[in-house]
T-cell receptor, first 113, second 112 residues
Framework: AQSVAQPEDQVNVAEGNPLTVKCTYS??????LFWYVQYPNRGLQFLLK??????LVKGSYGFEAEFNKSQTSFHLKKPSALVSDSALYFC???????????FGDGTTLTVKP | KAGVTQTPRYLIKTRGQQVTLSCSPI?????VSWYQQTPGQGLQFLFE???????NKGNFPGRFSGRQFSNSRSEMNVSTLELGDSALYLC???????????FGPGTRLLVL
């Protein structure tokens, strides 16, 4: 069975500082990994994905994520946080054959001016 | 392309009633998934359809059911509503089972 863990319920950073939102995963086959962001009263918006290839994946709004196979991690990063980045972030793993995405519990990111 | 649309956006029902939610995927997408989101339980997978066939099902009681039509539109039905069914129900579509899912805005269901 596949699983995703987001160990931090909340991450607080100051505007302009780098941010990291952590995610670890467990999957039997090849991992398809995703990050989504959710703003209040909205659906989830796709940020970026890792399927294969470079371990550093670049996505929307200046976000990037680093895939680490040995640590089974897929941490979301941004070099310089904006107040508008404040939202709920979800990491997800998707089976490469059967589908069925599994989402982490989400991490609330708060960026303070 | 138009995004995923869900109707209705808001719904108020009473215990014991049933409800049907609708999802129209992005044009060309053949996979539709449904999720329940609550503050306490996070994002819980309900089921996934691909080409009118249910491919995966989450751990929800039989009161929760769904279907997909030949045009890939999907509906989910909840019968005998309970207070605990109050949640945001999200639909997501993708071209195939393994590709990126794109989410609709959700239907917020309140059960009184």
């Amino acid at each position: 069975a596949q699983s995703v863990a987001q160990p931090e319920d909340q991450v607080n950073v100051a505007e302009g500082n780098p941010l990291t939102v952590k995610c670890t995963y467990s999957v039997s086959g090849n991992p398809y990994l995703f990050w989504y962001v959710q703003y209040p009263n909205r659906g989830l918006q796709f940020l970026l994905k890792y399927i294969t290839g470079d371990n550093l994946v670049k996505g929307s709004y200046g976000f990037e994520a680093e895939f680490n196979k040995s640590q089974t991690s897929f941490h979301l990063k941004k070099p310089s946080a904006l107040v508008s980045d404040s939202a709920l972030y979800f990491c997800a793993v998707r089976d490469d054959w059967e589908g069925k995405s599994t989402f982490g519990d989400g991490t609330t990111l708060t960026v303070k001016p | 392309k138009a995004g995923v649309t869900q109707t209705p956006r808001y719904l108020i029902k009473t215990r014991g009633q049933q409800v049907t939610l609708s999802c129209s995927p992005i044009s060309g997408h053949r996979s539709v998934s449904w999720y329940q989101q609550t503050p306490g339980q996070g994002l819980q997978f309900l089921f996934e359809y691909f080409s009118e066939t249910q491919r995966n099902k989450g751990n929800f009681p039989g009161r929760f059911s769904g279907r997909q039509f030949s045009n890939s539109r999907s509906e989910m039905n909840v019968s005998t509503l309970e207070l605990g069914d109050s949640a945001l129900y999200l639909c997501a579509s993708s071209p195939t089972l393994s590709e990126t899912q794109y989410f609709g805005p959700g239907t917020r269901l309140l059960v009184l």
